[in-house]
């Protein structure tokens, strides 16, 4: 299984991104899917995470900002990332529980980073 991660870049403070982050391989299903990150210094935090079922859950600092969503067809998870801060800056990375044919796992995207000046 593999996470392809997308999106990130440089933005201004009060800017918008969106990540995308989508699975593939020998994949029966999907549990959870989510994100996180890590600053400089900082350990790796959740951002926000969605069940198969839809129901979310969002790290107190990104609450109203941020929205996570999903498609299942597409074994894809994306995060909408409006009025970015500078303290947002940091490598995001996806993760997802999947069920293969040798069981369940947890699994990483390499990451992508986003940057936010002030």
């Known amino acids: 299984v593999q996470l392809q991660a997308s999106g990130g870049g440089l933005v201004q403070a009060g800017g918008s991104l969106r990540l995308s982050c989508a699975a593939s391989g020998s994949i029966f299903s999907i549990n959870a899917m989510g994100w996180y990150r890590q600053a400089p210094g900082k350990h790796r935090e959740l951002v926000a995470a969605i069940t198969s079922g839809g129901s979310t859950n969002y790290a107190d600092s990104v609450k109203g900002r941020f929205t996570i969503s999903r498609d299942n067809a597409k074994n894809t998870v994306y995060l909408q990332m409006n009025s970015l801060k500078p303290e947002d800056t940091a490598v995001y990375y996806c993760?997802?529980?999947?069920?293969?044919?040798w069981g369940t796992g947890d699994y990483w995207g390499l990451g992508t980073q986003v940057t936010v000046s002030s």
């Open positions: 993760n997802s529980v999947v069920m293969t044919g």
